[in-house]
Protein backbone atom coordinates (compact mmCIF):
# COMPACT_ATOMS: atom_id res chain seq x y z
CA UNK A 1 0.00 0.00 0.00
CA UNK A 2 1.31 3.49 -0.92
CA UNK A 3 1.69 6.23 0.75
CA UNK A 4 -1.09 8.50 -0.49
CA UNK A 5 -3.43 5.32 0.32
CA UNK A 6 -2.38 4.53 3.74
CA UNK A 7 -3.55 8.55 4.27
CA UNK A 8 -6.86 8.13 2.49
CA UNK A 9 -7.40 5.16 4.34
CA UNK A 10 -6.95 6.92 7.92
CA UNK A 11 -8.98 9.87 6.72
CA UNK A 12 -11.66 7.73 5.81
CA UNK A 13 -11.93 5.80 8.84
CA UNK A 14 -11.65 8.60 11.25
CA UNK A 15 -14.23 10.45 9.32
CA UNK A 16 -16.41 7.24 9.35
CA UNK A 17 -15.88 6.18 13.04
CA UNK A 18 -14.14 9.07 15.16
CA UNK A 19 -10.89 7.29 16.83
CA UNK A 20 -8.61 5.12 16.25
CA UNK A 21 -5.45 3.95 18.18
CA UNK A 22 -1.84 3.79 16.75
CA UNK A 23 -1.88 -0.30 17.19
CA UNK A 24 -4.96 -0.58 15.48
CA UNK A 25 -3.97 1.29 12.56
CA UNK A 26 -0.47 -0.20 11.94
CA UNK A 27 -1.99 -3.76 12.24
CA UNK A 28 -5.10 -2.94 10.00
CA UNK A 29 -2.07 -1.28 7.67
CA UNK A 30 0.54 -3.51 7.73
CA UNK A 31 3.27 -1.11 8.60
CA UNK A 32 4.88 0.23 11.83
CA UNK A 33 3.45 2.56 14.49
CA UNK A 34 6.11 4.92 13.80
CA UNK A 35 5.19 4.65 10.53
CA UNK A 36 1.57 5.33 11.40
CA UNK A 37 3.43 8.44 12.97
CA UNK A 38 4.69 9.58 10.64
CA UNK A 39 1.51 9.41 7.84
CA UNK A 40 -0.42 11.16 11.15
CA UNK A 41 2.30 13.96 10.48
CA UNK A 42 1.91 14.17 6.87
CA UNK A 43 -1.65 14.55 7.34
CA UNK A 44 -1.69 17.49 10.09
CA UNK A 45 1.24 19.30 7.55
CA UNK A 46 -1.17 18.64 4.50
CA UNK A 47 -3.86 20.86 6.73
CA UNK A 48 -5.88 18.45 8.50
CA UNK A 49 -6.57 18.85 12.19
CA UNK A 50 -5.42 15.24 13.36
CA UNK A 51 -5.37 14.91 17.29
CA UNK A 52 -3.81 12.46 19.25
CA UNK A 53 -4.03 12.02 22.80
CA UNK A 54 -2.36 9.48 25.53
CA UNK A 55 -4.03 7.39 27.93
CA UNK A 56 -6.24 4.91 28.52
CA UNK A 57 -8.94 6.88 26.51
CA UNK A 58 -6.65 8.00 24.23
CA UNK A 59 -6.29 7.78 20.59
CA UNK A 60 -5.93 9.45 16.60
CA UNK A 61 -8.81 11.62 15.94
CA UNK A 62 -9.86 14.77 14.26
CA UNK A 63 -10.32 18.19 16.00
CA UNK A 64 -13.87 18.71 17.05
CA UNK A 65 -15.49 20.57 14.37
CA UNK A 66 -14.15 19.17 11.84
CA UNK A 67 -16.60 16.79 11.09
CA UNK A 68 -17.98 16.57 7.30
CA UNK A 69 -20.70 13.97 6.56
CA UNK A 70 -18.74 10.85 5.35
CA UNK A 71 -21.09 10.66 2.40
CA UNK A 72 -18.71 13.56 1.05
CA UNK A 73 -16.27 10.72 0.44
CA UNK A 74 -18.40 9.22 -2.07
CA UNK A 75 -19.25 12.40 -3.63
CA UNK A 76 -17.53 13.56 -7.60
CA UNK A 77 -15.56 16.13 -5.89
CA UNK A 78 -13.75 14.29 -3.24
CA UNK A 79 -13.52 10.88 -5.42
CA UNK A 80 -11.87 13.12 -7.98
CA UNK A 81 -9.20 15.12 -4.41
CA UNK A 82 -8.43 10.78 -4.18
CA UNK A 83 -7.76 9.95 -7.25
CA UNK A 84 -5.29 12.60 -7.23
CA UNK A 85 -3.41 11.71 -4.17
CA UNK A 86 -3.33 8.49 -6.07
CA UNK A 87 -2.04 9.48 -9.31
CA UNK A 88 2.14 8.96 -8.36
CA UNK A 89 3.61 12.10 -7.00
CA UNK A 90 6.42 11.88 -5.66
CA UNK A 91 4.78 13.44 -2.23
CA UNK A 92 1.08 13.52 -1.86
CA UNK A 93 1.26 16.63 0.44
CA UNK A 94 -0.14 18.80 -2.49
CA UNK A 95 -2.97 16.82 -3.23
CA UNK A 96 -4.10 16.42 0.46
CA UNK A 97 -3.66 20.14 0.80
CA UNK A 98 -6.21 20.60 -1.84
CA UNK A 99 -8.37 17.81 0.16
CA UNK A 100 -7.88 19.61 3.33
CA UNK A 101 -9.22 22.87 1.87
CA UNK A 102 -12.40 20.65 0.47
CA UNK A 103 -13.29 19.67 3.81
CA UNK A 104 -12.03 21.97 5.94
CA UNK A 105 -14.92 24.56 7.88
CA UNK A 106 -12.35 27.23 7.80
CA UNK A 107 -11.46 26.89 4.03
CA UNK A 108 -12.80 29.21 1.38
CA UNK A 109 -14.47 26.58 -0.75
CA UNK A 110 -17.28 24.97 -1.67
CA UNK A 111 -18.94 21.87 -0.52
CA UNK A 112 -21.08 19.75 -2.55
CA UNK A 113 -21.91 16.50 -1.16
CA UNK A 114 -24.48 15.82 -3.77
CA UNK A 115 -26.39 17.80 -6.77
CA UNK A 116 -28.92 19.09 -4.38
CA UNK A 117 -26.42 21.24 -1.44
CA UNK A 118 -24.23 24.42 -2.33
CA UNK A 119 -22.27 24.47 1.14
CA UNK A 120 -20.22 27.75 0.98
CA UNK A 121 -17.88 27.37 4.44
CA UNK A 122 -15.49 31.08 3.85
CA UNK A 123 -15.15 33.49 6.14
CA UNK A 124 -14.29 37.04 6.26
CA UNK A 125 -11.73 36.04 8.59
CA UNK A 126 -10.16 33.14 6.86
CA UNK A 127 -6.90 34.38 6.98
CA UNK A 128 -6.35 34.78 10.57
CA UNK A 129 -8.57 32.00 11.59
CA UNK A 130 -6.02 29.20 10.09
CA UNK A 131 -3.27 30.84 11.62
CA UNK A 132 -5.43 31.04 15.49
CA UNK A 133 -6.57 27.89 14.81
CA UNK A 134 -3.07 26.17 14.13
CA UNK A 135 -1.27 27.94 17.10
CA UNK A 136 -4.21 27.05 19.43
CA UNK A 137 -3.87 23.15 18.67
CA UNK A 138 -0.38 23.68 19.13
CA UNK A 139 -1.37 24.91 22.62
CA UNK A 140 -3.86 22.01 23.36
CA UNK A 141 -1.84 19.13 22.02
CA UNK A 142 1.62 20.33 24.02
CA UNK A 143 -1.03 21.49 27.15
CA UNK A 144 0.91 25.09 26.67
CA UNK A 145 -0.87 28.14 28.33
CA UNK A 146 -2.35 31.16 25.82
CA UNK A 147 -2.43 35.07 26.42
CA UNK A 148 -4.25 37.45 24.02
CA UNK A 149 -6.45 40.37 24.07
CA UNK A 150 -10.17 39.84 24.00
CA UNK A 151 -12.53 42.05 22.13
CA UNK A 152 -16.13 42.32 24.03
CA UNK A 153 -18.58 44.88 24.05
CA UNK A 154 -17.33 45.90 27.82
CA UNK A 155 -13.98 46.64 26.06
CA UNK A 156 -10.89 45.21 25.57
CA UNK A 157 -9.10 42.87 28.25
CA UNK A 158 -5.65 40.37 28.25
CA UNK A 159 -6.85 37.37 29.72
CA UNK A 160 -4.58 33.88 30.34
CA UNK A 161 -6.31 30.60 29.07
CA UNK A 162 -5.73 26.64 29.30
CA UNK A 163 -6.89 26.05 26.24
CA UNK A 164 -8.79 22.99 25.77
CA UNK A 165 -11.07 22.36 22.99
CA UNK A 166 -11.77 23.78 19.51
CA UNK A 167 -15.75 24.25 18.78
CA UNK A 168 -17.11 25.12 15.24
CA UNK A 169 -20.66 26.14 16.03
CA UNK A 170 -23.49 28.24 14.96
CA UNK A 171 -21.60 29.03 11.87
CA UNK A 172 -18.00 30.18 14.17
CA UNK A 173 -15.09 29.08 15.55
CA UNK A 174 -15.07 29.06 19.43
CA UNK A 175 -11.60 28.36 21.77
CA UNK A 176 -13.27 26.28 25.31
CA UNK A 177 -10.71 27.09 27.51
CA UNK A 178 -10.33 27.18 31.37
CA UNK A 179 -9.92 31.54 32.33
CA UNK A 180 -7.25 32.27 35.14
CA UNK A 181 -8.97 35.27 35.99
CA UNK A 182 -12.20 34.12 35.64
CA UNK A 183 -11.44 30.55 37.58
CA UNK A 184 -13.83 29.10 35.03
CA UNK A 185 -14.14 27.39 31.53
CA UNK A 186 -15.08 29.77 29.29
CA UNK A 187 -16.00 30.00 25.27
CA UNK A 188 -13.89 32.65 23.76
CA UNK A 189 -15.17 33.71 20.04
CA UNK A 190 -11.70 33.13 17.62
CA UNK A 191 -12.87 36.29 15.73
CA UNK A 192 -12.41 38.31 19.14
CA UNK A 193 -9.23 36.75 19.88
CA UNK A 194 -6.24 39.44 19.26
CA UNK A 195 -2.66 39.07 20.01
CA UNK A 196 -2.72 35.46 20.36
CA UNK A 197 0.57 33.91 22.15
CA UNK A 198 1.60 30.62 23.02
CA UNK A 199 3.47 31.35 26.40
CA UNK A 200 5.26 28.22 26.17
CA UNK A 201 4.69 27.15 30.40
CA UNK A 202 2.86 23.86 30.51
CA UNK A 203 -0.30 23.82 32.78
CA UNK A 204 -1.92 20.40 34.49
CA UNK A 205 -4.96 19.54 32.87
CA UNK A 206 -8.37 19.72 34.34
CA UNK A 207 -11.28 17.53 33.99
CA UNK A 208 -13.29 19.60 31.14
CA UNK A 209 -17.00 19.49 31.16
CA UNK A 210 -18.61 19.72 27.54
CA UNK A 211 -19.00 23.33 26.34
CA UNK A 212 -22.35 25.02 26.81
CA UNK A 213 -23.35 25.85 23.68
CA UNK A 214 -27.04 26.48 23.90
CA UNK A 215 -28.08 30.07 22.35
CA UNK A 216 -28.84 31.26 25.83
CA UNK A 217 -25.70 30.62 27.08
CA UNK A 218 -23.84 31.84 24.23
CA UNK A 219 -26.09 34.92 24.18
CA UNK A 220 -27.30 35.41 27.56
CA UNK A 221 -30.68 37.24 26.93
CA UNK A 222 -30.59 40.79 28.48
CA UNK A 223 -32.99 43.09 27.06
CA UNK A 224 -36.45 41.92 26.13
CA UNK A 225 -37.44 43.69 22.82
CA UNK A 226 -40.34 44.85 21.86
CA UNK A 227 -40.91 46.78 18.38
CA UNK A 228 -43.36 48.31 15.57
CA UNK A 229 -42.17 48.02 12.34
CA UNK A 230 -44.05 48.62 9.07
CA UNK A 231 -45.70 46.22 7.15
CA UNK A 232 -43.02 46.08 4.22
CA UNK A 233 -39.85 44.87 6.76
CA UNK A 234 -41.66 41.57 7.21
CA UNK A 235 -39.21 39.41 4.87
CA UNK A 236 -36.67 41.22 6.86
CA UNK A 237 -37.94 39.83 10.42
CA UNK A 238 -39.04 36.33 8.70
CA UNK A 239 -34.97 35.93 7.43
CA UNK A 240 -33.97 37.26 10.89
CA UNK A 241 -36.16 35.74 13.61
CA UNK A 242 -38.80 33.61 12.09
CA UNK A 243 -42.15 34.10 11.24
CA UNK A 244 -43.10 33.31 14.89
CA UNK A 245 -41.27 36.36 16.05
CA UNK A 246 -44.01 38.52 15.55
CA UNK A 247 -47.85 39.06 15.57
CA UNK A 248 -49.59 41.48 12.89
CA UNK A 249 -51.84 44.36 14.19
CA UNK A 250 -54.84 45.65 13.54
CA UNK A 251 -53.44 48.70 11.27
CA UNK A 252 -51.07 46.35 9.67
CA UNK A 253 -47.95 47.01 11.42
CA UNK A 254 -46.16 44.39 12.72
CA UNK A 255 -45.15 43.92 16.81
CA UNK A 256 -42.08 42.25 16.97
CA UNK A 257 -40.64 40.38 20.21
CA UNK A 258 -37.11 39.31 21.00
CA UNK A 259 -34.61 38.89 23.66
CA UNK A 260 -31.21 40.44 22.98
CA UNK A 261 -28.11 40.34 24.85
CA UNK A 262 -26.29 43.18 23.63
CA UNK A 263 -27.45 46.49 22.81
CA UNK A 264 -25.03 47.74 19.94
CA UNK A 265 -26.24 44.74 18.46
CA UNK A 266 -29.81 45.44 19.20
CA UNK A 267 -29.66 49.43 17.71
CA UNK A 268 -27.29 48.33 14.45
CA UNK A 269 -29.84 45.90 13.76
CA UNK A 270 -33.06 48.10 14.10
CA UNK A 271 -30.87 51.12 12.28
CA UNK A 272 -30.68 48.97 9.13
CA UNK A 273 -34.79 49.36 8.48
CA UNK A 274 -34.34 52.70 8.84
CA UNK A 275 -37.13 54.69 9.79
CA UNK A 276 -39.61 52.02 9.72
CA UNK A 277 -39.70 50.96 13.34
CA UNK A 278 -40.67 52.48 16.35
CA UNK A 279 -38.80 50.95 19.71
CA UNK A 280 -41.36 49.90 22.28
CA UNK A 281 -39.92 48.79 25.12
CA UNK A 282 -37.14 48.66 27.22
CA UNK A 283 -38.39 52.24 28.08
CA UNK A 284 -34.57 52.85 28.35
CA UNK A 285 -33.55 51.92 25.54
CA UNK A 286 -36.37 53.37 23.64
CA UNK A 287 -35.22 56.70 25.22
CA UNK A 288 -31.72 56.17 24.08
CA UNK A 289 -33.06 55.24 20.81
CA UNK A 290 -34.86 58.85 20.18
CA UNK A 291 -31.25 60.33 21.65
CA UNK A 292 -29.43 58.64 19.06
CA UNK A 293 -32.14 59.82 16.12
CA UNK A 294 -32.13 63.26 17.65
CA UNK A 295 -28.00 63.03 17.11
CA UNK A 296 -27.96 61.67 13.60
CA UNK A 297 -30.67 64.35 12.53
CA UNK A 298 -28.45 67.10 14.08
CA UNK A 299 -25.01 66.04 12.43
CA UNK A 300 -27.19 65.49 9.33
CA UNK A 301 -29.11 69.01 9.24
CA UNK A 302 -26.22 71.28 7.16
CA UNK A 303 -24.24 70.14 4.17
CA UNK A 304 -21.24 68.14 4.28
CA UNK A 305 -18.12 70.26 5.85
CA UNK A 306 -20.03 73.83 6.53
CA UNK A 307 -19.39 73.39 9.89
CA UNK A 308 -17.47 76.64 11.29
CA UNK A 309 -14.29 74.93 11.75
CA UNK A 310 -14.41 74.74 7.58
CA UNK A 311 -12.16 77.19 5.44
CA UNK A 312 -12.77 77.47 2.07
CA UNK A 313 -10.51 76.68 -0.40
Known sequence: MT?????IHILALLLRQGKATAPQLAQELG????????????????????MTAQGQNGGISLMEGFQPNPDLLASPRMQAALELARSGETTPARSFRRLAQTLHPAASQYLTPDDTFLID??????DTLARKIEELRTA??????????????????VFRVEPYRLVFHLSSWYLWGFCLARQEFH?????RIEELRVTGNLYQKRLAPPPAL????????????????????????????????????????????ADFSDKSDLFGWLLTFGGRFELLQPEELRA?????????????AEPAGSGEGDESL
Not at 3 to 7: A, G, I, V, Y
Not at 149 to 155: L, Q
Not at 187 to 191: G, Q, R
Open 214 to 257: TPEKIFPPRYPVQVLFTPDCRWRLVEDFGRDSFRTQTDGRLLFS
Open 187 to 191: LFKLN
Open 121 to 126: FSSLYQ
Open 140 to 157: IEGSLLIRFTYCAPSGES
Open 288 to 300: EMAWIGCSIQENH
Open 3 to 7: KSDRL
Open 31 to 50: VSRRTIGRDVDALCQAGFPV
